[in-house]
């Protein structure tokens, strides 16, 4: 059974650009979240999707955007890169409407502004 | 209210002896534990986790202590090995509206020597 799969795994972009990375569910799983991860916050809560719909988002600004397919696949995207956003990005994906019993996390995209 | 505070920051552990990492969190409407492992290069994995009905829960070497009370949780590694070297994080959930969240804490570093 294939595990979430995130691509890119690597990402150098310049302050200013956007950017988009994705992430493919485990099969059947229809909640999908993402988590930024840096060193100095650790790993922050983004947003989180479910049958296409955002259910919950975290304390980001509105340059951080995200959506959901119908084959539930996502993507999240950020406009106008500043310096901090470089961070590992995190999908996790879950079977279960309540979607925090039982995530399983992709390997991440690394994403380094420059 | 949302905060989940984890200690220590990093532990060095002998092979074979016990690791130990506590939790505190402060929303009392949280009501699911669970704490993952994360290796370098990867995300994090689901280890164990527990609900506030129950006060203990073991799998394998693993052990999660929870006091409702004093609303703290730890993590306990018995036998510890050199391959449970990795960040453990603890994390905290619960329904809120339509959708819950993860919560993590600040992570532990773990190394066991030989």
């Known amino acids: 059974k294939a595990g979430v799969t995130q691509t890119p795994r690597y990402l150098i972009k310049t302050r200013g650009q956007q950017v988009t990375l994705s992430c493919s569910p485990i099969s059947g799983h229809r909640s999908v979240s993402w988590y930024q991860q840096t060193p100095g916050q650790g790993l922050q809560f983004l947003f989180e999707?479910?049958?296409?719909?955002?259910?919950n988002k975290g304390n980001f600004p509105g340059r951080f955007s995200g959506r959901q397919f119908s084959n539930s696949r996502s993507e999240m995207n950020v406009s106008t890169l500043e310096l901090g956003d470089s961070a590992l990005y995190l999908c996790?994906?879950?079977?279960?409407?309540?979607?925090?019993?039982?995530?399983?996390f992709g390997s991440g995209t690394r994403l380094t502004v420059v | 209210q949302q905060q989940v505070k984890q200690s220590p920051q990093s532990l060095i552990v002998q092979k074979g002896g016990i690791s130990i990492i506590n939790c505190a969190y402060e929303n009392t409407a949280f009501d699911y534990f669970p704490w993952y492992q994360q290796f370098p290069g990867k995300g994090p994995a689901l280890l164990i986790a527990?609900?506030?009905?129950?006060s203990e829960k073991k799998e394998g070497r693993f052990t999660i202590s929870f006091n409702k009370s004093a609303k703290q949780f730890s993590l306990h590694i018995m036998d510890s090995q050199p391959g449970d070297s990795a960040t453990y994080f603890c994390?905290?959930?619960?329904?809120?509206?339509?959708?819950?969240?993860?919560?993590f804490g600040t992570g532990t570093r773990l190394q066991v020597t030989l």
């Open positions: 994390a905290a959930s619960g329904f809120s509206g339509t959708a819950s969240k993860l919560t």
């Open positions: 527990i609900r506030p009905d129950v």
């Open positions: 996790a994906s879950s079977l279960s409407r309540e979607a925090n019993y039982g995530y399983t």
């Open positions: 999707y479910f049958s296409e719909t955002q259910r």
